[in-house]
């Protein structure tokens, strides 16, 4: 359209010829500047001027040679700049000594690094009560700003019940021994695999030894990966969702009180969504059988009653799982593997201790 304008007859004026065509006339004039332009051999050439406050060729490479010489190649470039200075060199300014390493691939931290450590994914399985433990501790705020109780609280994971809980002022693993010690002596544990965070009492030495007394697997989170213990997260943010949940305690045995009524709900009265909304106690104690049996009885008998309102057929009750895992191994179907490795030590002090 527009070489149609460009050879109208001359008596033929540019505005009419664009108003005719429906072309508007600042495309054409930008068209002709384009064109203009790019058969100007002078617009192609590029003029590199080089400034007169720049460093020579020499000049760069000594500063070069000075940053990565042995007493400089593992400091910062504001570090070299003032050590320089303040010995009576000046060589460049700062900015100027990360552009050059920076022209290199130098810059960036030049000392050398650890390479990142890859931690064992912990794999857990239950298939039956008292088969793995997973435990906890949360803060509890007390009235006073910057004052917290500690919170431990041992769950069953194969039935999400609560074997064991405490509330003290301190978190230590003197208090976890404590705790674990009493717990197997009344359960009778004889092989268990407790899973846990790396916080400062499931690391100590001390409690690590207990728990190689009395034949625990130590099973350990990996390091800033909050989902590898997600039942004891889940518990804690179910007790802190409670609608009769104190933001604020006033006192350790305030806390005590409200915690035992809450353990006593949470086992006995809780119908718990992972567990096929049976509770944790009737799972721990395989009542939950007879309980699905009633609760099979009473859909039974509404089915019968008004079949209508059953339109995918007679309904079922859902059992719990027959097994629970924390990161399961996937086999190529996308369904947990069984036959994968579950519930081994992936603290390195541990496994070193079995070796």
Request: glycine content about 2%; some cysteine.
């Amino acid at each position: 359209m527009i070489t149609i304008v460009e050879s109208r007859p001359p008596i033929v004026p540019l505005r009419t010829a664009c108003h005719a065509l429906g072309l508007n006339r600042s495309t054409l004039y930008a068209r002709r500047d384009s064109a203009s332009r790019s058969i100007n051999p002078d617009n192609q050439k590029k003029t590199v001027i080089t400034s007169a406050r720049a460093l020579s060729s020499t000049e760069r490479q000594q500063v070069i040679e000075t940053l990565n010489s042995e007493a400089y190649a593992d400091q910062p470039p504001a570090q070299v700049y003032y050590r320089l200075l303040q010995e009576g060199t000046y060589l460049c300014s700062i900015s100027t000594m990360h552009r050059l390493l920076r022209a290199r691939d130098q810059h960036g931290d030049r000392r050398p690094q650890r390479a990142p450590a890859t931690q064992p994914i912990p794999r857990l399985m239950a298939c039956h009560p008292n088969e793995v433990w997973t435990w906890d501790v949360s803060k509890l705020a007390l009235q006073t700003r910057g004052v917290y109780l500690s919170l431990y609280v041992v769950m069953d994971l194969y039935s999400r019940y609560i074997v064991a809980w405490m509330v003290s002022r301190k978190e230590n693993s003197a208090l976890a021994q404590q705790l674990f010690r009493e717990a197997t002596d009344r359960y009778q544990i004889e092989r268990l695999t407790v899973h846990q965070d790396r916080g400062a009492p499931m690391i100590a030495n001390a409690y690590l030894d207990l728990l190689s007394e009395l034949s625990i697997t130590a099973s350990h989170s990996r390091p800033r990966v909050s989902n590898d213990n997600p039942m004891s997260e889940s518990q804690f943010k179910t007790m802190k969702y409670q609608p009769d949940y104190p933001r604020r305690f006033q006192s350790l045995e305030h806390a005590r009180i409200w915690c035992e009524d809450y353990v006593h709900w949470y086992n006995f009265s809780h119908h718990h969504t992972g567990i096929a909304s049976f509770t944790p106690s009737q799972v721990f104690t395989g009542q939950h059988v007879e309980v699905a049996q009633r609760r099979q009885e009473a859909l039974d008998l509404a089915f019968l009653r008004h079949p209508e309102r059953f339109v995918s057929g007679p309904p079922k009750v859902t059992l719990p799982p027959s097994t629970v895992y924390i990161n399961p191994v996937l086999d190529l179907d996308g369904r947990p593997d069984p036959a994968a490795s579950v519930n081994f030590p992936t603290l390195g002090r541990v496994k070193a201790k079995l070796t």
